[in-house]
């Protein structure tokens, strides 16, 4: 078949089924085309506004319609949120959002609450400093995603024994008389990393906005002197919480995952969370995809948006970057330098 009686086949297809949603797959066996190049047409005809089309692909990739814009709009809206849930409206209103407020850059630490106990043994202006709390916001963000805190228990899980040095040389350029246990998980690979002596600071994690315990059953946001604070205390806690739980690109793909999971109970918190993220991003320029939601049996919900493109990749890289994970770093590098990983 050539390119002009393909485009022409599709074309009768698409006005012949005006009130229907179709994928390149389904229009291709209408027609007994190549998928590869219905796709292109469709694609063509989108651009040249004779499509709908969802805004971002499904699981069979991105569908079409000619008129049905509420069918369009169920499909893609199921997709995001295929789950019979309470609140439905406010769900899926968090999870479309695209509008962000604007972000503040001038909230500072509590230090009226800040726990002071840990804090003796240092020169009392240490919490004045900038490095200090550019250290805590990556700190703390750590806390929210691959780190735990309960009791005197604080403690770091790393995948790259590189990034073990690496934080524990900035944890003493700070405070320096903090000794750590590193220990190695010979069965899943990873180090984890753990104050000697973690109870007074974690108590101090505590009034800088960390959960203690189970963070999957339990709420938390972004802390105000994080959210609304100077932008390099928000890249500080960008950069670690998306090393610990962004995906490194794959598959020649200019894509970046970030997912978190929570119970059923904490999923308007989790979404509340995720676009606190997303509009930390936002306030770098960099755009991200609406939030899916998912989970498996036995499992609990997790949410995920992508950093996509390669403008928002680059400026990523730019300004953000995988802090303390080594590894999903080089894979970024390897992106930008050869447009592949």
């Known amino acids: 078949m050539t390119e002009d009686y393909i485009s022409e086949q599709v074309r009768g297809f698409v006005h012949s089924h005006p009130d229907e949603v179709f994928c390149a797959a389904d229009v291709s066996k209408g027609i007994k085309s ?32 000619v008129s049905n814009r509420e069918a369009l709009d169920n499909l893609y809206e199921n997709y995001l949120l295929p789950y019979d849930l309470p609140n439905r409206t406010f769900l899926l209103a968090q999870i479309t959002k695209h509008n962000f407020e604007l972000l503040k850059a001038d909230e500072h630490l509590p230090l009226a609450s800040v726990n002071v106990d840990f804090l ?4 009392k202006h240490l919490l004045a400093k900038k490095s200090t709390v550019h250290f805590l916001a990556s700190v703390v963000a750590f806390c929210l995603g691959d780190g735990h805190l309960s009791g005197s228990n604080v403690r770091f899980v790393f995948n790259q024994f590189l990034d073990v040095r690496g934080f524990i040389d900035d944890f003493k350029k700070i405070f320096r008389d903090e000794n750590f246990i590193v220990t190695k998980s010979l069965q899943f690979q990873y180090y984890t990393v753990a104050l000697s002596k973690g109870t007074q600071f974690g108590r101090m994690l505590k009034t800088l906005g960390v959960p203690e315990g189970n963070k999957v059953k339990q709420p938390f946001l972004v802390p105000d002197w994080v959210y609304h604070g100077s932008n390099d ?9 998306i090393g610990n739980e962004g995906s490194a690109p794959s598959h020649n793909k200019w894509r970046i995952q970030f997912v978190l999971s929570k119970n059923e109970k904490s999923i308007e918190n989790l979404l509340l969370f995720l676009n606190q993220l997303r509009a930390m991003l936002a306030h770098f320029g960099i755009s991200t995809s609406h939030i899916q939601l998912r989970t498996q049996v036995g499992r609990e919900f997790h949410g995920r948006f992508y950093i996509k493109k390669p403008y928002n990749i680059k400026k990523f890289h730019t300004l953000l970057g995988f802090r303390y994970a080594s ?12 447009g592949k990983p």
Do not use: H, P, W
């Open 327 to 338: 590894e999903k770093q080089d894979v970024l590098e390897s992106l930008i330098l050869n």
């Open 120 to 123: 003796k043994k240092y020169d």
């Open 34 to 65: 190549n998928c590869k190049s219905t796709s292109r047409v469709l694609s063509q005809l989108y651009r040249k506004n004779m499509l709908f089309r969802t805004q971002t692909q499904l699981n069979e990739g991105f569908y079409y319609t």
């Open 233 to 241: 205390v928000k890249k500080a806690f960008l950069s670690t919480i």
